[in-house]
């Protein structure tokens, strides 16, 4: 038997944050549920896909102590539903009984013991700005990979270094870099955090208007302990050799050139309607005064378009890129002006908005047959 009392708008708060951590298809059935543990005059909703793990409390009334696994997304969309106001849960005989003024809902749950312990976290402690953080997940994140058969580049680089922290993101072919020098270093140190689960730390942290993040990492159980606030975000750290991502980035540039943003952007979605037919490239061809965006597609035809530049050194050239790289710098730095640079068609080049020198976004180009 268990029975408490809770407000619609808190539960539902906490139920949507967890929403983001449970599995649509879990390797085992708990783990599609919550955990929901009412005890020690605390109530602790919790759960977990073994990769990423949150704990959350919510505010609430104890009548009678006790601890459930209710199937998540059925649990969260039954709270959801439901008007604001205070709620009362009792669970008896494998069944939890939600009840509102004007509504009754009855939901069968899981047994408590086959969800997964949460570990003890004990390790070096670290403490990044919020802002950082928002930082680090619009400059860097966005240059991982999806693909989990090579897990090392969906994680994203932590190099805490003597004059600061070194944030880095890639897939293969792009590559993104941002220097956090104001950080205060305990321990020289590096380890991967899966990019998606920094995504939640800085989704938790803004909604929660946090100021600092503080973490643990213990290098053991390669393990980080996230706190923000009353919510806890366990994450599993990924192992591997990081790429040598050092060595691909140019010493210096034969061609520097400064563009606006919103033109760049709006030539390379026209350019995209044709690209899309041939791998989604691109063409950029670099005058003394204007760049040409070019695209064919060898079924429908081809968009050709031009922006002016200030080209502040080098002959300019030609080389060619996936749009969607482009497009992708373009859309979450929000970049008025962009600083070009490149060396020949087939070498590196790299972007950043004007003024940010912390940050490089690094782009692997094209062959282009004629």
């Known amino acids: 038997m268990m029975q408490i009392e ?14 983001r951590i449970i599995p649509s298809k879990p390797q085992l059935p708990i783990l599609s549920t919550i955990l929901f543990t009412a005890e020690n ?18 505010a609430g ?15 969260h969309d039954s709270i959801a539903s439901l008007d604001a106001g205070k709620l009362t849960l009792t669970f008896a005989e494998d069944t939890l009984k939600i009840k509102s003024s004007r509504n009754t809902a ?4 899981l047994p408590t013991d086959e969800f997964p312990d949460f570990p003890t976290i004990e390790g070096q402690e670290y403490q990044l700005k919020a802002e950082t953080i928002q930082e680090i997940q619009n400059f860097v994140s966005f240059s991982t990979s999806l693909d989990p058969t090579r897990p090392v580049l969906t994680a994203l680089l932590f190099s805490f270094e003597k004059d600061g922290l070194l944030a880095v993101g890639t897939d293969g072919f ?10 205060t270093i305990s321990q020289l140190q590096n380890f991967l955090i899966p990019a998606k689960a920094m995504a939640e730390v800085a989704r938790i942290s ?12 213990s290098e053991e159980l390669k393990q980080s302990l996230f706190i923000l606030g009353d919510t806890s975000l366990f994450v599993r750290m990924i192992e591997g050799e990081y790429p040598p991502f050092q060595k691909i980035i140019p010493s210096e540039f034969k061609t520097e050139l400064v563009v606006d943003g919103k033109e760049f952007e709006n030539q390379l979605k026209r350019a995209q309607v044709f690209a899309r037919e041939s791998s989604n490239i691109v063409k950029l061809q670099i005058g003394e005064k204007e760049m040409k965006i070019v695209a064919a597609s060898p079924a429908f035809g081809s968009q050709e378009g031009e922006i002016s530049i ?19 710098f373009i859309n979450t730095t929000k970049a008025e002006r962009i600083r070009f640079y490149m060396n020949e068609s087939l070498t590196p080049a790299l972007m950043r908005p004007e003024g940010k020198d912390e940050f490089k976004y690094i782009i692997m180009p094209f062959r282009v047959n004629e």
């Open 6 to 19: 809770v407000l619609q708008e808190n539960l539902a708060q906490a139920l949507t944050r967890l929403q």
């Open 41 to 58: 005059n605390k109530i602790t909703l919790a759960g977990t896909d073994l990769y990423i793990g949150m704990k959350t409390v919510v």
């Open 61 to 75: 009334k104890i009548i009678e102590p006790g601890s459930i696994a209710i199937p998540g997304k059925i649990f």
């Open 106 to 109: 009855t939901i069968q749950c």
């Open 174 to 183: 792009r590559l993104a870099t941002l220097k956090i020098s104001d950080q």
């Open 206 to 217: 803004a909604q929660l208007e946090i100021e600092d993040v503080s973490f643990l990492v």
């Open 310 to 328: 200030e080209l502040i050194k080098g002959d300019g050239g030609e080389i060619a890129f996936n749009t969607r790289y482009l497009l992708d």
